[in-house]
């Protein structure tokens, strides 16, 4: 599948982390490395307290939690997690060594590659490539191990990267008084993919904003602040993240030959879905995909996978 101009861009996360920080510091923002946040709390007077793992508290006018997956943060300011069962590993190395490669991103599917997930290899350059995957079940470092072997037999490992990939979806409400949740911390990703750097990435600058404008209205003025960044990130994401989540239903609990003729259906559109096809607002192809004959035919066989899966 080919698009006219560039759609993604590969981002060195370490290096664009300290580009933020950087950025935030030189306008007056104090970072303290290595503290990490244990409890959020509301003293008397309306502030935000949060008290840290070494014992010590900071209040605060607002807290921006964006402590990502399984923070428990969002829970203790009163609001609902995403479902961290939902959570599966993922392990991506950056290899390097690898013989020439096009300029493609590849995915892999199937049981023996990522059960209930899918592999991917992103090139990095003309000989190296960034290669990962999450998985429901099994060993994420055999299942990578066993991939890399077979595609880039004698390709070195330069880096590893490994985390929880969220692909439950996002709470219902990311607001509480003096307290924004954003990111994977509230579920903030596309559930096909479990990718949250764009659109959490987004939904943390609105709540960013956000939260400075409640600190400078003062406290009952600014909570429409607040609130109005629920909204519009829902606005923004909402009904995109609603389609993949139907999609990450149908396709979760499919077996390798449903797989394999889901795609075949996928194939014969390849030219509409390049057109209409986008990486983050996925929401319009999902509905046009779904509405394929030849997919709907597909739907008694999707139907028994997921009922099959749910008791395996
Ligand atoms: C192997 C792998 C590959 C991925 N590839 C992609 C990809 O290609 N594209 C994409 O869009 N997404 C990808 N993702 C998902 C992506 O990494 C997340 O969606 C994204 O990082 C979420 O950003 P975040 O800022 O919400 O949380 P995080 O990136 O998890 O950042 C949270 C930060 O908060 C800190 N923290 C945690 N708890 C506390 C605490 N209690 N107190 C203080 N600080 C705390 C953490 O140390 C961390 O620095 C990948 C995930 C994995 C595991």
Redesign the pocket.
């Known amino acids: 599948m080919k698009k006219p101009s560039p759609i993604a861009l590969i981002v060195n996360?370490t290096k664009l982390?300290q580009f933020l920080a950087k950025q935030a510091i030189a306008k007056g923002a104090v970072l303290r490395a290595n503290?990490?946040?244990?409890k959020f709390g509301r003293g008397g007077d309306g502030t935000a307290t949060l008290t840290l793992q070494d014992g010590t508290t900071i209040s605060s006018k607002v807290v921006v939690d964006?402590?990502?997956?399984?923070?428990?943060?969002t829970e203790q300011a009163g609001l609902d997690t995403p479902d961290w069962t939902q959570l599966m590993p993922?392990?991506?190395y950056e290899i390097s060594g690898t013989a020439k490669q096009d300029a493609l991103v590849e995915l892999f599917f199937g049981s023996h590659r990522a059960p209930g997930f899918f592999a991917?290899s992103?090139p990095t350059g003309d000989h190296a490539a960034r290669v990962?995957l999450?998985s429901r079940r099994g060993n994420v470092k055999k299942l990578l191990d066993q991939l890399v072997g077979e595609k880039w037999p004698g390709a070195a490992i330069e880096g590893t990267?490994?985390?929880?990939?969220?692909v439950s979806g996002p709470i219902r409400k990311c607001w509480s008084y003096n307290f924004l949740v954003?990111?994977?911390?509230a579920g903030?990703?596309?559930q096909t993919?479990?990718?949250?750097?764009?659109i959490?990435?987004r939904c943390?600058q609105m709540a960013g904003k956000a939260a400075a404008s409640f600190a400078s209205a003062g406290s009952e003025g600014g909570v429409g602040f607040l609130r109005e960044y629920d909204k519009n990130w829902k606005e923004l994401f909402g009904s995109d993240l609603r389609r993949m989540s139907m999609a990450r239903k149908v396709f979760a609990g499919l077996t390798d030959e449903t797989l394999d003729r889901l795609f075949a259906v996928l194939k014969d559109n390849v030219s509409e879905i390049e057109e209409i096809g986008d990486m983050d607002f996925q929401g319009k192809v999902i509905g046009r995909m779904f509405r394929k004959k030849e997919l709907v035919k597909l739907l008694p066989r999707v139907a028994a996978d997921s009922i099959r899966s749910i008791f395996s």
Request: hydrophobic share 35%.
């Open positions: 996360r982390d503290a990490r946040a244990s964006a402590s990502g997956a399984g923070s428990r943060l993922g392990l991506q991917w992103i990962g999450a990267k490994s985390g929880s990939v969220l954003a990111g994977d911390a903030q990703v596309k993919t479990g990718g949250g750097i764009v959490g990435g943390g």
